[in-house]
T-cell receptor, first 115, second 114 residues
Framework: DADVTQTPRNRITKTGKRIMLECSQT?????MYWYRQDPGLGLRLIYY???????NKGEISDGYSVSRQAQAKFSLSLESAIPNQTALYFC??????????????FGPGTRLLVL | AQKITQTQPGMFVQEKEAVTLDCTYD???????LFWYKQPSSGEMIFLIY??????QNATEGRYSLNFQKARKSANLVISASQLGDSAMYFC???????????FGKGTRLSVIA
């Protein structure tokens, strides 16, 4: 079984709808992240969480919210989806046991299309 | 400001040849880490190799090696004996001490030609 899972893997929704993307991990990591990827722009950080009680905004948090329900679960919500939120979304996890060697492990991604 | 730059949007390489993907970075931190990830057409992000700023030897992992030149602030990925399966996007990323998340470059698309 994969260490980091994302559901759904693909989603088509309409403008104005609220949707939730879910991420679960079995790696036992404290740190979790949500990124979006757009062609030519690389990965951009949306939100991150260093433990269950910690939530931080990333580079592009407007229009998004998150919930860290447990160490293993981190959900991303689009409150009112708009077409320019069409992208590939990644969840990632890491821990600090290696100091600066904070390798991030990624989920398989969720392809979101907002019509 | 912490920044990663990948200047090559796209690269071509002949099968079985070596290829170097460029990555430069900007930081005033003394302790940091450098990573390379591969993203094949299927979309997943695969961790390839890591180099710490205090590591004296260049990192190697199979056909991947990291040409780390600290004074020039570069961390280029070298892939030896390219294979068709190496065709993918490659991302360079940097980590820092403390609570700053990884910073990613915009990526380089590598195409391996038979």
């Amino acid at each position: 079984d994969a260490d980091v899972t994302q559901t759904p893997r693909n989603r088509i929704t309409k403008t104005g709808k609220r949707i939730m993307l879910e991420c679960s991990q079995t790696k036992g990591h404290d740190r979790m992240y949500w990124y979006r990827q757009d062609p030519g722009l690389g990965l951009r950080l949306i939100y991150y969480s260093f433990d269950v009680k910690d939530i931080n905004k990333g580079e592009i948090s407007d229009g998004y919210s998150v919930s860290r329900q447990a160490q293993a679960k981190f959900s991303l919500s689009l409150e009112s989806a708009i077409p320019n939120q069409t992208a590939l979304y990644f969840c990632a996890t890491s821990d600090l046991t290696g100091g600066v060697q904070e390798t991030q492990y990624f989920g398989p991604g969720t392809r979101l299309l907002v019509l | 400001a912490q920044k990663i730059t990948q200047t090559q949007p796209g690269m071509f390489v002949q099968e079985k040849e070596a290829v170097t993907l460029d990555c430069t970075y900007d930081t005033s931190d003394q302790s940091y880490g450098l990573f390379w990830y591969k993203q094949p057409s299927s979309g997943e992000m695969i961790f390839l190799i890591y180099q710490g700023s205090y590591d004296e030897q260049n990192a190697t992992e199979g056909r991947y090696s990291l040409n780390f030149q600290k004074a020039r602030k570069s961390a280029n990925l070298v892939i030896s004996a390219s294979q068709l399966g190496d065709s993918a996007m490659y991302f360079c990323a940097m980590s820092f001490s403390g609570n700053t998340p990884l910073v990613f470059g915009k990526g380089t698309r590598l195409s391996v030609i038979a």
